[in-house]
């Protein structure tokens, strides 16, 4: 007959519930952790979709102006070739107009086609996920004259910022096109979603 004591129903029963509880716990963190996880990755995709986009437009913009200063001060090129009665290089420097406007057109519509894959074949098109429409430079040229191709005239909003929205749920990501109006030229720069569009201070997408 054995003379070791034997475990007291009364300490099973804490062991058996502290267990229990362990593992309701264990089960609780693993599915918020799958949650939260699901979440991050979520807003990962909805800030990557706004970021990329507004880092392109603000290429795009930059693009369009720097190619405009270039029509310009080539133009005046161009008048003075001929003021000095050297057609050859007036019309050498008409050509290099043409290329870059022909470029600027090219650039245009390679950014409506992605507005259009922002609604449809984007990797950013998901049926639970509402957006607003990608911005667009509206803008016109008017017809070549003696000087040769003209620059684009551009119509900038008031303020001149464009907001890229994406929302899911509760997740929202928002980013900023906006003129930086501490560079010499005052280019266009991207940044994260601000408290106001009028502040624009969010961190830069560069």
């Not at 970021?51 to 270039?70: C, D, I, M, Q, Y």
């Not at 050297?86 to 406007?101: D, F, G």
């Not at 600027?104 to 049926?127: F, I, V």
Request: aromatic letters at 6%.
């Amino acid at each position: 007959m054995s003379l070791r004591p034997q475990p007291s129903g009364l300490l099973i029963l804490p062991l058996a519930l502290a267990l229990g509880l362990a593992v309701m716990a264990a089960i609780g963190f693993f599915v918020i952790s799958q949650r939260w996880t699901h979440q991050v990755a979520i807003q990962l995709r909805l800030d990557h979709c706004t970021g990329s986009s507004a880092v392109t437009f603000r290429n795009h913009l930059n693009s369009l102006e720097e190619k405009n200063r270039k029509i310009r001060a080539l133009r005046l090129g161009v008048a003075a070739a001929e003021a000095s009665a050297n057609p050859a290089l007036a019309e050498s420097l008409r050509t290099t107009i043409s290329i870059l406007a022909k470029s600027q057109d090219l650039e245009r519509g390679q950014w409506k086609k992605r507005q259009l894959e922002w609604w449809t074949a984007s990797q950013c098109q998901t049926d639970s996920w509402r957006r607003s429409p990608l911005p667009e430079a509206k803008a016109h040229r008017a017809p070549p004259d003696p000087l040769g191709e003209n620059p684009l005239d551009i119509h900038w909003p008031d303020p001149p910022h464009w907001r890229i929205r994406l929302t899911h749920q509760n997740r929202i990501s928002e980013s900023y096109v906006y003129r930086n109006r501490k560079t010499p030229t005052s280019e266009w720069t991207a940044s994260w979603r601000a408290e106001t569009p009028a502040a624009l201070s969010g961190a830069s997408l560069d």
